[in-house]
């Protein structure tokens, strides 16, 4: 079974819940059902991949006999980590007993200045602006020539 820790990704996709295209919460008499579905299916020229790899007939036997053991199954289980089925009833108590929970929300007094608003947000940081390089701002030199037609020249 290949096990790699990368964000984001499970690592134990390659389990025999998914080897067999089947969740946790099937019924037993099922499991055997979807494997010999499966089987008929490689008999037939059809590959199966699951991760990028194609499964085999074995692999596929291997995992409706580890689900049907109910050691092997608990182990499955807690490795696949099945959530529940929500019901109507627990999450009309949970909502209930999340508003009874939650502290009350005061009301946010009005911006009377929109410079207010300042004092709460941080001041940025030095990198957020750059100064730019001298060569970029194209200044004149005294005595070059454009410094010379900005000269005012008096007649004495």
Request: charged share 25%.
């Amino acid at each position: 079974m290949p096990m790699r820790w990368e964000p984001g990704r499970n690592p134990y996709e390659f389990n025999h819940f998914n080897k067999l295209g089947i969740g946790p919460n099937i019924s037993r008499k099922q499991i055997p059902a979807k494997a010999q579905q499966l089987e008929q299916r490689l008999k037939a020229g059809n590959p199966i991949e699951l991760c990028g790899e194609l499964l085999e007939e074995f692999a596929i036997k291997e995992a409706s006999s580890a689900l049907l053991s109910p050691e092997l199954m608990a182990e499955e289980l807690l490795l696949v980590h099945p959530q529940p089925k929500p019901s109507k009833k627990d999450s009309s108590e949970f909502q209930t007993l999340s508003e009874m929970a939650a502290p009350p929300t005061p009301k946010m007094p009005a911006l009377a200045h929109p410079a207010a608003i300042l004092w709460f947000v941080r001041p940025p940081s030095p990198d957020a602006a750059r100064p730019p390089r001298l060569e970029d701002l194209k200044l004149t030199r005294a005595g070059d020539d454009e410094d010379l037609l900005s000269d005012i020249v008096f007649d004495v």
